[in-house]
């Protein structure tokens, strides 16, 4: 068995400046779908805040932290039971009633916006598997997620999936190097690939878009416990160049280039992200998920019932207080759902420890 619990390392303490990062990364995906996402939806078109056009990056941010906290997870998990375990009680409890949550009041509130979302029950079985719905479709007629938000949710689960064979089969300290060959070398192979159909079935199987994210989160955490300086620098390196070219125009690129200068400094020049410890910034971090689940559908069928003929300060203070409601439901859900269920999962680590 190739997982183990090492030695405590400086990694092994809570970041919190990766905390702060993640607020950052849920506030910028929750302002673009407020203020860009959905024009003809919303009474205020995408008027207010056009700077928030490019927040769907915020999910590559996402990605980069998951990396670094699926390679810390695994450090810590005694055996891949373990590592399955803690995951599944990490995300499906509050899946499920955020799945509820917004399956209520999608079928509650009628609106444009809220009719052509609307789904039938099957739509659970996508969003409590995290499994997308065009599979599910091949054996029961599924259209869609609860809310589209979650496809997201589909590439980790895929992520957890090979950084778990990976780990197992080569160990933890070979995850980021296989990691990082294997980005490097897929990204080749999709620009490469002849056809449409290699490409969906590389994107179905490895996400090859993203992968470069993950690769880059691990890297950080074995840079933070160990990883050799020019090892590190050499990896990265290539995984930046790799995600550029995924990416689509200058900004993708700029954007997501200061993710990874984020990264960096967070192993070169730690006390730089300081800002990022705010208190505000970590405890938005803390009910990231919760938030990210519930923001989109709710917050949509809120904002598309608002009259037309309001001055935009008035839609932009609304749709604020829109998020900060949502942000104290995701408070309830982070409190009675996350922070039980992960306590659960310790105490079957106490009972089961393999």
Same mark, same amino acid.
């Given at each position: 068995?190739?997982?183990?619990?090492?030695?405590?390392?400086?990694?092994?303490?809570?970041?919190?400046?990766?905390?702060?990062?993640?607020?950052?990364?849920?506030?910028?995906?929750?302002?673009?779908?407020?203020?860009?996402?959905?024009?003809?939806?919303?009474?205020?078109?995408?008027?207010?805040?056009?700077?928030?056009?490019?927040?769907?990056?915020?999910?590559?941010?996402?990605?980069?932290?998951?990396?670094?906290?699926?390679?810390?997870?695994?450090?810590?998990?005694?055996?891949?039971?373990?590592?399955?375990?803690?995951?599944?009680?990490?995300?499906?409890?509050?899946?499920?009633?955020?799945?509820?949550?917004?399956?209520?009041?999608?079928?509650?509130?009628?609106?444009?916006?809220?009719?052509?979302?609307?789904?039938?029950?099957?739509?659970?079985?996508?969003?409590?598997?995290?499994?997308?719905?065009?599979?599910?479709?091949?054996?029961?007629?599924?259209?869609?997620?609860?809310?589209?938000?979650?496809?997201?949710?589909?590439?980790?689960?895929?992520?957890?999936?090979?950084?778990?064979?990976?780990?197992?089969?080569?160990?933890?300290?070979?995850?980021?190097?296989?990691?990082?060959?294997?980005?490097?070398?897929?990204?080749?192979?999709?620009?490469?690939?002849?056809?449409?159909?290699? %490409?969906?079935?590389?994107?179905? $199987?490895?996400?090859?878009?993203?992968? +470069? /994210?993950? #690769?880059? @989160?691990?890297?950080? *955490?074995?840079?933070?416990?160990?990883?050799?300086?020019?090892?590190?620098?050499?990896?990265?390196?290539?995984?930046?160049?790799?995600?550029?070219?995924?990416?689509?125009?200058?900004?993708?690129?700029?954007?997501?280039?200061?993710?990874?200068?984020?990264?960096?400094?967070? %192993?070169?020049?730690?006390?730089? $992200?300081?800002?990022?410890?705010?208190? +505000? /910034?970590? #405890?938005? @971090?803390?009910?990231? *998920?919760?938030?990210?689940?519930?923001?989109?559908?709710?917050?949509?069928?809120?904002?598309?019932?608002?009259?037309?003929?309001?001055?935009?300060?008035?839609?932009?203070?609304?749709?604020?207080?829109?998020?900060?409601?949502?942000?104290?439901?995701?408070?309830?859900?982070?409190?009675?759902?996350?922070?039980?269920?992960?306590?659960?999962?310790?105490?079957?680590?106490?009972?089961?420890?393999?």
């Amino acid at each position: 068995m190739a997982l183990g619990r090492p030695p405590t390392t400086p990694a092994d303490k809570r970041i919190r400046e990766l905390d702060g990062l993640r607020a950052v990364a849920v506030l910028t995906v929750v302002l673009y779908h407020f203020f860009q996402r959905f024009p003809n939806d919303f009474p205020y078109g995408d008027r207010i805040f056009p700077w928030v056009g490019f927040g769907y990056l915020g999910v590559h941010l996402f990605f980069m932290i998951s990396g670094f906290a699926i390679a810390f997870t695994l450090n810590h998990a005694s055996g891949p039971l373990v590592f399955i375990r803690h995951r599944f009680f990490r995300l499906w409890p509050p899946m499920l009633v955020c799945s509820l949550l917004t399956f209520v009041v999608m079928n509650v509130v009628d609106t444009p916006f809220t009719e052509a979302r609307r789904v039938g029950v099957e739509a659970f079985l996508p969003s409590l598997t995290f499994i997308a719905p065009f599979i599910w479709d091949k054996i029961i007629p599924v259209s869609n997620w609860i809310d589209g938000a979650y496809w997201s949710l589909f590439v980790e689960v895929r992520f957890y999936f090979w950084a778990l064979v990976i780990a197992t089969i080569f160990g933890n300290r070979n995850l980021a190097a296989a990691l990082t060959g294997s980005a490097v070398a897929l990204a080749i192979i999709w620009h490469l690939a002849p056809n449409a159909a290699v %490409i969906f079935y590389l994107d179905t $199987l490895f996400f090859v878009p993203y992968l +470069p /994210l993950f #690769a880059a @989160g691990v890297l950080t *955490y074995q840079a933070l416990t160990g990883l050799k300086t020019l090892r590190f620098y050499t990896g990265f390196t290539l995984i930046w160049i790799a995600e550029i070219t995924m990416l689509a125009n200058v900004t993708e690129y700029t954007l997501v280039s200061m993710f990874f200068l984020l990264f960096l400094i967070l %192993i070169e020049r730690r006390a730089w $992200l300081a800002v990022l410890t705010a208190r +505000p /910034l970590v #405890a938005i @971090g803390l009910i990231s *998920y919760s938030l990210y689940l519930l923001h989109q559908n709710i917050g949509g069928a809120v904002l598309s019932s608002l009259p037309a003929g309001w001055p935009m300060w008035s839609y932009a203070l609304v749709a604020l207080c829109v998020l900060g409601v949502i942000m104290l439901l995701a408070r309830g859900v982070y409190q009675f759902v996350e922070r039980p269920s992960q306590s659960l999962a310790r105490r079957f680590d106490q009972r089961f420890p393999t």
